[in-house]
């Protein structure tokens, strides 16, 4: 059972490139998520979809774009990167049952360096 | 809209003793969740501990436990008998039953010495 698996682990860019970061789950998770970490900041959400077709914006999503065409994959599209999207990147799934102690499941991450 | 603070940038413990790392949180949601997440140095992001806000008594698992008290809303994370692999970031985060998120912390750097 693979769970959550992010691709790359680590990326490195120059500003004004493109690129995306890819996700899969393989727990039939309705909800799919990206968060970027940066130093002192904690967690911050980006993106979330709550189902193949749904997807709203969260904290941070100036620069980011996603879609949701099935149920497994949720990339995260960065269109002109920028130095402040240096950061690590995570997606994360839980079950959506209304319930509050689904807990979230993450990937490894990305690290993503913008020059 | 909900937030949670941990004012605990670091903290040291020695081996074997135990170790309270704080929280406090703030949601308008009567019913929500409270997570403690543990990120060692190799990045990855490991659940360790849930309380519900319905919960009569204070979660545990295993080393962990939760010292929840919904009046002062505060959610302390309690490591007994601290281990070198406890050493890591600690984060906490809630997620209201209303919310379409999981917030988080600014998280707290617990370093184990021997």
């Known amino acids: 059972n693979a769970g959550v698996t992010q691709t790359p682990k680590f990326q490195v860019l120059k500003t004004g490139q493109s690129m995306t970061l890819q996700c899969a789950q393989d727990m039939n998770h309705e909800y799919m998520s990206w968060y970027r970490q940066d130093p002192g900041m904690g967690l911050r959400l980006i993106h979330y979809s709550v189902g193949a077709g749904i997807t709203d914006q969260g904290e941070v999503p100036n620069g980011y774009n996603v879609s949701r065409s099935t149920t497994e994959d949720f990339p995260l599209r960065l269109l002109s990167a920028a130095p402040s999207q240096t950061s690590v990147y995570f997606c994360?799934?839980?079950?959506?049952?209304?319930?509050?102690?689904?807990?979230?499941?993450f990937g490894s991450g990305t690290q993503l360096s913008v020059l | 809209a909900q937030k949670i603070t941990q004012t605990q940038p670091g903290m040291f413990v020695q081996e074997k003793e135990a170790v309270t790392l704080d929280c406090t949180y703030d949601t308008s949601d009567p019913s929500y969740g409270l997570f403690w997440y543990k990120q060692p140095s190799s990045g990855e992001m490991i659940f360790l501990i849930y309380q519900g806000s319905y919960d009569q008594q204070n979660a545990t698992e295993g080393r962990y436990s939760l010292n929840f008290q919904k009046a002062r809303k505060s959610a302390n994370l309690v490591i007994s008998a601290s281990q070198l692999g406890d050493s890591a970031m600690y984060f906490c985060?809630?997620?209201?039953?209303?919310?379409?998120?999981?917030?988080f912390g600014k998280g707290t750097k617990l370093s184990v010495i021997p």
């Open positions: 985060a809630i997620w209201g039953a209303g919310s379409y998120q999981l917030t």
């Open positions: 994360a799934s839980r079950g959506w049952t209304g319930a509050t102690n689904e807990k979230l499941f």
